[in-house]
């Protein structure tokens, strides 16, 4: 399995909490009792996505400690300045293999979003981005986000968070959060997965799996749809943290070829660029 959304580090202040921030120790070791091979590591670089921090020098460095294990994505907050500049640094000269996590209070086609768009677009990298109300946001259809799939084909965007996923039902109001119950017809995020090779989707974190497991008779179509499109991942982010995302993945029923390609495959195709560059 590649484990598409990770974080260790500095992620609190609080005190009480402190005890729990993931090591890059502690992750290989829980990679290994959890049985997977490699783990993307996403830093979070703007002051809205975590209290704490997690830098790209850190997951450069977490890379460098366990090279066979770890894969390096960048991350820089879009206010800042020369981020073209330290995009091209970040790629070129520490071999990071994509952006994210793009987290942050502006709109999801904010002009600064879209100078990262554009260098992911120019080294036709992966971008892992979060959505919610408030955070890279968007209005009913994700109109802001097909936008940006349109204008950038050669970026593929990784959609995740509760914003990104409640629009997998068709009465998604944008309210975010985890919604139960059956998923209803028309869902944007069916229907942007199905059209654009651009995008995909990480079931990770709470939102993910809220996403796959709400509604069973309406999950095993989706994933019979999109299989080709989805993307293991954690949001592993605290030492002890339970990870449901890995049962599901072992015991939901579908066969073996969508289970390898949801586990790694589609992982794999996405972070092997280099021929591209």
């Known amino acids: 399995m590649i484990d598409f959304h990770v974080h260790i580090g500095r992620l609190t202040r609080v005190r009480r909490y402190k005890v729990y921030d993931l090591t890059p120790q502690q992750l290989v070791e829980r990679m290994d009792r959890e049985g997977i091979e490699k783990s993307v590591l996403l830093p979070l670089e703007s002051p809205e996505a975590v209290a704490g ?12 400690l366990y090279p066979e294990r770890l894969i390096a994505f960048m991350s820089l907050d879009p ?7 330290m995009f091209d640094m970040y790629v ?4 990071c293999r994509g ?3 793009l987290k ?19 080294y036709r990298l992966p971008l892992v981005f979060h959505s919610d109300p408030g955070l890279c946001y968007d209005e009913v259809g994700l109109p802001r986000l097909e936008s940006m799939l349109q204008r950038y084909p050669r970026c593929t965007f990784c959609g995740h968070g509760p914003g990104f996923w409640a629009a997998i039902s068709g009465d998604d109001d944008r309210s975010g959060g985890y919604p139960k ?3 209803a017809p028309d869902g944007v995020v069916d229907r942007l997965l199905a059209e654009y090779d651009n995008l995909y989707a990480i079931f990770d974190a709470g939102s993910g799996h809220n996403a796959l497991t709400r509604d069973p008779d309406f999950t095993l179509g989706f994933l019979e749809r999109h299989h080709e499109k ?7 982010l605290r030492a002890f943290q339970h990870l449901p995302q890995v049962d599901w993945l072992a015991q939901v029923d579908i066969p073996a070829q969508w289970r390898r390609q949801m586990a790694c495959g589609n992982a794999q195709r996405l972070l092997d660029f280099g021929d591209q560059r």
């Open 53 to 64: 921090w997690f830098l790209t020098e850190d997951a450069i460095a977490a890379r460098d």
């Open 79 to 85: 206010r800042s300045r020369r981020v073209a500049e």
């Open 92 to 95: 070129e000269d520490y071999d």
């Open 99 to 101: 952006f994210g996590e």
């Open 104 to 122: 942050n209070g502006l709109a999801f086609d904010d002009e600064r979003h879209q100078v990262i768009y554009a260098k992911c677009d120019e």
């Open 181 to 183: 119950g059956p998923v």
């Open 230 to 236: 989805l993307l293991f991942g954690t949001d592993y």
